[in-house]
């Protein structure tokens, strides 16, 4: 079955810094890779999702890169804020099924 | 704006007892997701219903936990004569089902046992 690995597991920045956190996946038919941010008490929100046959998709600050030859995904916040931080899940929905496959997740902290 | 509604937030259970955890999907999905997350890790899957069917209880342990989606009402997550593993955060997710279609979170259901 699919197999996520996100790295790093925690990562500081100076406020206004860029972060990049990276996720690989093993099944090349995975064909959906959603992002999560996690704050304390809370559950997973979705800030950004990115289909297979797209190899970038931004929102303002935030950014996906999707290599499908190197089945590797990556978030990019730019100009990082102290609401920015949290922890970060990627995830892969497991394909031919509608689970996602989840990622240990990266704590973020941006310091002010 | 009702997202995905988790009751109760905190659970308290001792060694033995009954947890029951319900989910109400957002309004117009109706395909449910659980998952289970421990202390610093991951969500791992655990089952996926649409109305009146489990389609997917691949991550669901075959012994004690149970779900179910009735036609109407909540989305239950059962976990009968609770064990110390079983302390940890429920989240349920709604979609409204398809390809490509993300996945919500409700705050989940922190489940600690005595």
């Known amino acids: 079955g699919e197999n996520v690995e996100q790295h790093p597991s925690t990562l500081s920045v100076q406020e206004g810094d860029s972060a990049v956190i990276k996720c690989t996946y093993s099944?090349?038919?995975?064909?959906?890779f959603p992002w999560y941010k996690q704050e304390l008490g809370k559950g997973p929100q979705l800030i950004i999702d990115i289909r297979s046959n797209v190899g970038e998709k931004k929102d303002q600050r935030i950014a996906v890169t999707l290599n499908k030859t190197a089945k590797h995904f990556s978030l990019h916040i730019t100009e990082t804020q102290p609401e920015d931080s949290a922890v970060y899940f990627c995830?892969?929905?497991?394909?031919?099924?509608?689970?996602?496959?989840f990622g240990t997740g990266t704590r973020l902290k941006v310091l002010a | 704006n009702a997202g995905v509604m988790q009751n109760p937030r905190h659970l308290v259970r001792r060694r033995g007892q009954e947890a029951r955890l319900r989910c109400s999907p957002m309004k117009g999905h109706s395909h449910v997701y659980w998952y289970r997350q421990l202390p610093e890790e991951g969500l791992k899957f655990m089952v996926y219903?649409?109305?009146?069917?489990?389609?997917?209880e691949s991550g669901m342990p075959k012994e004690r936990f149970s779900a179910e989606f009735p036609k109407e009402g909540p989305s239950i997550l059962r976990i009968q004569q609770v064990v110390r593993g079983d302390s940890a955060a429920y989240f349920c997710?709604?979609?409204?089902?398809?390809?490509?279609?993300?996945?919500?979170f409700g705050d989940g259901t922190r489940l600690s046992i005595l």
């Open positions: 099944d090349s038919a995975s064909n959906y």
């Open positions: 995830a892969a929905q497991d394909p031919g099924t509608y689970k996602y496959i």
């Open positions: 997710a709604s979609s409204p089902g398809g390809a490509y279609q993300p996945q919500h």
């Open positions: 219903l649409q109305k009146e069917n489990i389609i997917d």
